[in-house]
């Protein structure tokens, strides 16, 4: 086998590799959207759902009526967009300033500040919910956007430092030797180098804020819950069954934004994480 043959056996067995990889990853969503057009998704194989025997469309219309779809997407939406705005103002300002510290102190404050996104949820949600009762926020849009920001805060950042880390030295300091000020050389400076990875930390805080359920079923009250937490009113309880036909057709929903959104983004999200990970 001379060394075309092998060259070209390699690339076919890395196709067929991705290809496995590519079934593989697809087919969960696949069988989920599958048994959301399902009437009997609980008593059908994998395989047997694909084939639509009983299609149906009850399961979605039963999600925007019983399950109350909007109310819940309206709470989803309020929250992550509120916590993206939040995060953005605060943590690029924050991780801007400390760039400008030694970085001695710098590593160890950036390490203070990330060590807080390494507690489990489930750690923080009852210490959460025990402020919020004292001060009134408890069961409260409000209180649930703050615990999202207790987590998104230190990622945000983390994250933006590194790209502030990657603003070349000499275009400051030759900003500075024309008179730029402290404001003006961080807005006009500083802010454009790093606008990829403020454009990927955007995307991802929303879609951590879209997708988060245990500080939401622990912190959020009945007119606060996001679509995380309304989709279990069909998880059913003791004498009634779960409705999985409904529940596959909520949970696409709920999926449904987030791959539109991410589809859309993907760029900014590649080129962000592209940029910051290349010392300028």
């Not at 408890?138 to 920001?149: C, E, P, T």
């Amino acid at each position: 086998m001379n060394h075309r043959q092998k060259g070209r056996l390699l690339l076919g067995g890395q196709y067929a590799g991705l290809t496995l990889w590519l079934i593989i990853a697809l087919l969960p969503p696949v069988i989920l959207l599958a048994a959301a057009f399902n009437e009997t998704a609980m008593f059908r194989s994998p395989l047997a759902l694909l084939t639509l025997r009983d299609f149906t469309l009850n399961n979605f219309a039963t999600a925007f009526s019983a399950g109350d779809f909007w109310f819940y997407f309206r709470n989803s939406l309020i929250i992550s967009v509120a916590a993206v705005i939040i995060s953005v103002v605060v943590c690029v300002p924050m991780a801007y300033g400390l760039n400008k510290l030694r970085p001695r102190v710098r590593g160890a404050l950036s390490f203070a500040v990330l060590a807080m996104r390494f507690l489990p949820h489930v750690v923080l949600a009852l210490p959460l919910f025990l402020i919020f009762v004292d001060i009134g926020l408890s069961g409260s849009r409000v209180g649930l956007l703050l615990a999202h920001l207790a987590i998104h805060i230190p990622f945000a950042v983390w994250m933006m430092v590194g790209f502030f880390e990657n603003v070349p030295k000499e275009m400051e300091e030759a900003a500075i030797v024309d008179g730029c000020g402290p404001w003006k050389l961080f807005w006009s400076i500083s802010l454009p180098v790093v606008r990829p990875g403020l454009n990927a930390l955007a995307i991802l805080v929303f879609i951590m804020s879209w997708n988060e359920y245990l500080f939401a079923l622990f912190l959020a009250g009945s007119d606060a819950q996001p679509l995380t937490v309304g989709i279990t009113r069909f998880m059913g309880g003791v004498e009634a069954g779960a409705q999985y036909g409904v529940i596959a057709a909520y949970a696409s929903l709920i999926v449904l934004p987030v791959i539109i959104f991410a589809l859309l983004a993907n760029r900014y999200i590649v080129s962000g994480m592209t940029a910051g990970a290349v010392k300028g």
